[in-house]
């Protein structure tokens, strides 16, 4: 079957570093997608995994581990408006134009 | 930039009603696709288009229904609205195996 598992909820505080944690099973594997959406917005694009290891951009950085079926997002220096829903997607068989989407981690910012 | 537009933010329609929802994007992709967003249940695909006059369904096809007779244009139809299909409803595109873009959504509540 196909899973994506990351956590419902969490709360960290502005200034600080938070990461959100993505595990997935699925059914062969091309690709993870990280998607950023606040209340009552789209989704919108923030980064892409196809490989093992870390892609860093600006405040935000991505981590791949193929073997172990993770991915976590880091988000540093924590803002007020980072506050939001954090999508984990993934693609699963080469080739193949859908992605499965995780339910998404809806980060709370505290002052 | 990547523009994908949607008709409605907000629809308010009666059960049984036929309901069109539609969705453009301007950056010739092949690719469209429609998605529901629910609380606790995140992103479900309903059905997606990767050419004109192409469909496959998605995770949940039934009481929907689509039309692909343009490249740029994806409607997604209730033929007889029921309330179990009220809903957040988002449109995406994407180039081939890329990222997928969204539209703003569409709030549908069915009365």
């Known amino acids: 079957g196909q899973n994506i598992d990351q956590p419902t909820e969490m709360t960290a505080t502005e200034g600080a570093i938070v990461q959100i944690n993505c595990t997935y099973q699925t059914s062969g594997f091309n690709g993870l997608f990280w998607y950023q959406q606040h209340a009552g917005e789209a989704p919108t694009f923030l980064s892409y995994n196809v490989l093992d290891g870390l892609e860093e951009k600006g405040r935000f950085s991505s981590f791949l581990s193929r073997s172990k079926g993770y991915s976590y997002l880091l988000l540093k220096e924590l803002q007020m408006k980072d506050s939001a829903s954090y999508l984990c997607?993934?693609?699963?068989?080469?080739?193949?134009?859908?992605?499965?989407f995780g339910k998404g981690t809806r980060l709370h910012i505290l002052p | 930039d990547v523009k994908v537009t949607q008709s409605s933010r907000y629809l308010v329609k009666r059960t049984g009603e036929k309901v069109f929802l539609e969705c453009v994007q301007d950056?010739?992709?092949?690719?469209m696709f429609w998605y529901r967003q629910d609380p606790g249940l995140g992103l479900r695909l309903i059905y997606f288009?990767?050419?004109?006059?192409?469909?496959e369904k998605g995770d949940i096809p039934e009481g929907y229904s689509v039309s692909r007779e343009k490249k740029e244009r994806f409607s997604l139809i209730l033929e007889s609205a029921s309330t179990n299909q009220t809903s957040m409803y988002l449109c995406?595109?994407?180039?081939?195996?890329?990222?997928?873009?969204f539209g703003p959504g569409t709030r549908l509540t069915v009365l």
């Open positions: 995406a595109s994407s180039f081939s195996a890329d990222t997928q873009y």
């Open positions: 950056m010739d992709h092949e690719n």
């Open positions: 997607a993934v693609r699963g068989l080469k080739g193949d134009d859908k992605i499965i």
């Open positions: 288009s990767y050419d004109v006059k192409m469909k």
